[in-house]
């Protein structure tokens, strides 16, 4: 596990453990009680260490998105074309996991409630996500290999699939238990498939 910068090694070991908890209720269905309990710690150690719940929260949030934006950055500056780089924008996401699957259930609330819980610093991570998926695009449309488009609907389109598939599994697996006839491979597929489908799906799009 690498701590990141400026954290303790107690309150790292803090975010792990209420990271499921924000990922599993929310931020309104959480009391700080139920997150000391969590991490292992009392309050009083909670808000030494970091704060209250709002700072946790947000720690939490930004951290998530902060880890993905490092992953992201240094996959694709190691990329030769644009579409490598697309390609590596959506593997690192699709394979993600550890962070997707906490991720994906908080930014779906916060995307149903406007973002109104959603701090500044996660917005920056975000920002820079889109700003990398954006550079490649252009790069792509000044080389004339890839048509010009909006690079947040491109974004929309990579984040928002790959969020719900993380997100629906138990849904995925209810309706395999209901319809037993179902191609199940085509509801489960490995990491590496998703990535690559996806990557497809999208380039194949905006080919020139």
């Known amino acids: 596990m690498t701590t990141d910068a400026n954290i303790s090694p107690t309150a790292d070991g803090i975010l792990d453990a209420i990271t499921r908890v924000f990922a599993d209720k929310g931020y309104d269905g959480v009391r700080v009680a ?14 030494y260490q970091i704060g209250d719940k709002e700072t946790l929260y947000h720690r939490v949030l930004e951290r998530l998105l902060k ?9 694709v500056a190691g990329a030769g074309s644009c579409e490598e780089k697309i390609r590596c924008f959506i593997s690192i996401l699709a394979h993600n996991s550890g962070n997707l699957r906490f991720t994906a259930p908080i930014m779906l609330r916060e995307v149903a409630s406007g973002g109104r819980n959603l701090p500044d610093a996660a917005l920056l991570q975000m920002s820079r996500l889109l ?6 695009l252009d790069e792509g449309a000044r080389e004339g290999v890839l048509r010009p488009v909006n690079g947040f609907l491109v974004h929309m389109m990579i984040v928002g699939t790959l969020m719900l598939y993380s997100s629906n599994e138990p849904i995925r697996r209810r309706v395999v238990e209901l319809s037993p006839g179902l191609d199940r491979e085509n509801l489960f597929i490995s990491r590496e498939e998703l ?10 799009g905006i080919r020139l």
């Open 34 to 47: 139920e997150l000391a309990q969590r991490a292992n710690v009392n309050k009083a150690t909670l808000y």
């Open 131 to 136: 700003g990398m998926l954006g550079e490649a």
């Open 195 to 204: 990535a690559e489908q996806v990557a497809d799906l999208v380039l194949s």
């Open 67 to 75: 880890r993905a934006a490092d992953e992201v950055a240094e996959a």
